[in-house]
């Protein structure tokens, strides 16, 4: 007899189905193998003990604070411990529940749906500027168009390009001067053809700069604004352009200026919503949510994004991180810009755990390679 402790990462449905597990038993014991831990913030106190004993009644738990069951305080802040088959229980029981429980009964059916991605795609970044903080991203025509060859042969799938900064406090540059900076790579990406090896994105939130290039073959618009010029958000829908809808605190001029946030999560969560609600309005069918890192955040606000990344999941749209070579790195381990490679990396396989499925990145062989490795891992069974 053999007696092993597996991984708490492995593909629960895949390793079922290779010990012959039937369909139906497959589906049941793989919701079981799933743990969650669900942060409930000021729950009235009478929800609270009523969700504690109907968890406890099921095999779930739900952690208070010390005097809950007196109702010493009228909200308190709950932890609930459960599977992903205690979370399908609960959602139905909390339904007809008074304090509260049946708006938490609705978010936990959210959870239940949310599916993580079964692939990554990898962003290339190429900067049409001067002063972008990593000058190993900085290109000019036929230079660029070597490195974009360069990318894709290396595995990228998207091809990102910008001719204006957005680390903080970068100079403002007018929509013509930018237009001037990317138009030549633009023009040589069309005249080569290379639509047909790799998809283009344009970074941008100027209407002309965007115009030209989904009018030359682009088809990826990603705003750092989130959308908030509504003349973007007609060309995304004219073109049936995908969006990428960031989130910034203020502008990359101020973002950085002692950023606050009463709660991180349910902010930027809130604010994607609205904006991806609004896109839809206008006719935009393709959407990618970015919660921002580095954009008007502290260190422990971009941490606390990642680690949480999945939340956003229930917004059903896929998922872009960029942490690539970002100065966060520099605050967590003293570093130049040249030495935020295996930081970057670790930042972005936690993020790809935790519901990514775009990394936008500067080291496309690098990317591709860890995430093989670690595709490599969860599929030994």
Not at 8 to 21: E, M, S
Not at 288 to 313: C, M, Q
Not at 343 to 365: C, F, M, P, Q, Y
Request: include cysteine.
């Amino acid at each position: 007899m053999l007696i092993e402790k597996l991984s708490n990462n492995l593909d629960a449905k895949n390793y079922l189905k290779k010990l012959g597990v039937d369909g139906s038993g497959i589906k049941i014991l793989s919701s079981k193998m799933k743990h969650h831990l669900i942060f409930i913030k000021d729950l009235p106190v009478g929800g609270a003990n009523i969700l504690k004993q109907d968890a406890l009644s099921i095999g779930a738990d739900l952690a208070v604070p010390r005097g809950t069951i007196l109702a010493l305080n009228p909200f308190v802040d709950c932890l609930l411990i459960a599977t992903s088959k205690h979370l399908e229980i609960l959602s139905k029981k909390e339904l007809a529940q008074p304090f509260g429980l049946k708006d938490l009964a609705l978010k936990l059916q959210e959870f239940i749906k949310i599916k993580k991605p079964n692939s990554v795609d990898i962003m290339g970044i190429i900067n049409a500027n001067d002063d972008s903080f990593y000058s190993g991203s900085r290109f000019k025509d036929s230079g660029a168009v070597e490195r974009i060859v360069e990318m894709v042969e290396d595995g990228a799938t998207i091809i990102d390009i910008g001719g204006v900064s957005s680390r903080p406090n970068a100079p403002v540059v007018t929509p013509k001067e930018e237009l001037e900076r990317v138009k030549p790579i633009l023009d040589v990406i069309k005249s080569e053809n290379l639509y047909d090896k790799v998809k283009f994105s344009i970074d941008s939130y100027e209407p002309s700069v965007i115009s030209y290039a989904l009018e030359s073959g682009f088809n990826i618009v990603n705003d750092i604004t989130g959308l908030e010029n509504d003349e973007v958000i007609k060309l995304c829908a004219s073109y049936d352009a995908t969006a990428v809808i960031m989130h910034m605190q203020g502008t990359p001029q101020t973002m950085q200026n002692d950023p606050q946030y009463s709660n991180i999560v349910d902010e930027i969560y809130n604010f994607l919503k609205a904006r991806k609600d609004r896109a839809i309005s206008f006719g935009v069918k393709d959407i990618v949510l970015d919660v921002g890192i580095g954009f008007g955040k502290s260190l422990d606000d971009n941490l606390r994004l990642i680690k949480n990344l999945e939340n956003f999941l229930t917004l059903e749209s896929p998922l872009l991180v960029g942490v690539s070579r970002k100065s966060m790195i520099d605050k967590i381990h003293k570093s130049n810009v040249d030495e935020r490679l295996a930081g970057t990396l670790t930042l972005h396989l936690e993020a790809v755990k935790n519901g990514a499925s775009i990394l936008r990145v500067h080291d496309v062989r690098e990317h591709i390679q860890v995430l093989k490795v670690q595709s490599a891992l969860n599929n030994l069974y």
